[in-house]
């Protein structure tokens, strides 16, 4: 068996989390039509947050396992060979 790991990028995340943070604390009082930036800071600090989460759930190691079976017939000649694989946990391919 071997695990296969895929790399999480956090910067996207924390980035749309540190704008949000920025519009939250940092703009008072503005609003752009009818939404205050700081209710759009905080709908961006959510969003940062649950594409943290979704990358790391995503990037969870998988298990792969291969069964290989060979059959060779009574008189030598003929060789077949049968390669299974399965894959266990994770999420689908990305």
Do not use: C
Not at 62 to 77: F, H, I, Q
Request: net charge positive; proline share 5%; aromatic share 4%.
């Amino acid at each position: 068996m071997r695990t296969t790991n895929r790399a999480v990028s956090i910067g996207g995340p924390i980035a749309l989390a540190v704008i949000g943070a920025l519009l939250m604390f940092a703009v008072t009082d503005t609003q752009v039509g009818p939404l205050k930036l700081q209710t759009l800071g905080i709908i961006l600090i959510v969003a940062g947050i649950v594409w943290l989460a979704l990358g790391f759930v995503a990037a969870k190691p998988r298990t792969v396992a291969s069964v290989k079976t060979e059959a060779v017939s009574p008189d030598g000649n003929q060789r077949e060979v049968r390669t299974e694989s399965q894959v266990d946990g994770g999420v689908g391919p990305l």
